[in-house]
């Protein structure tokens, strides 16, 4: 796959020091058709929104990671041991099954690209599974059938509102679990044909994985994270 032609990281480096834009707001809750949107963090500042191939060769001179929402640039914050653990316990456990299925598993640091209702979001899921082979990107995913993100104090609206909004837009997904850091609780949204379906699994359960032959228990998920 031809690799796209991105503008020159030295022009982003400058166009920094450019006012910043108003403050965006983020799709924080879904509830049927109803959304709320919020201010949690200002973009970086740029002279105009970056296209997705601009926000790309940013990321190649960057000293942190960011996630690109419709011409927009967020930093990311880091994460807690608990969070770290809960998403290693994640990525441990299906990493065989996915390999073993002819799958790649990627953590967060591979990027995945999806569609929003009007452009483009480049986000960085705690954990994501690709079966489909022409995926073949060297910089970012597209067609993931599960994915993963824990969920934190700083970024639960987000997981729960914007991204599940994008992530359900992407053909090839089977699977979005949003996994509770602080107890043992599971939201799968599973796609039902044309439907998209949520499931709760508290205490104990065992979330299927079709894609890839599977299943994920939540002692598989927080067995590890609550040792020692």
Known sequence: METPQAADPQRHRERLRFRRPEQRGRVQEVGGSVMSTAAVEEPLSFEEPLSFDEFLALEEVAERKYEYVDGYVYALAGAWRRH???AASIFLRLGQEAVGHGCR???SDMLLKAASAVGEVGYYPDVHIVCDRTDQHERYSERPCIIVEVLSDSTKRIDRGEKLLAY?????LEAYLIVS???RRVERHWRDGDEWQLELIVGEGVIPLPCIGGELSLDDIYGRATEG
């Open 84 to 86: 770290n653990d809960v």
């Open 105 to 107: 598993i990627y953590g």
């Open 168 to 172: 359900t837009r992407i053909a090839s």
């Open 181 to 183: 850091q602080d107890q």
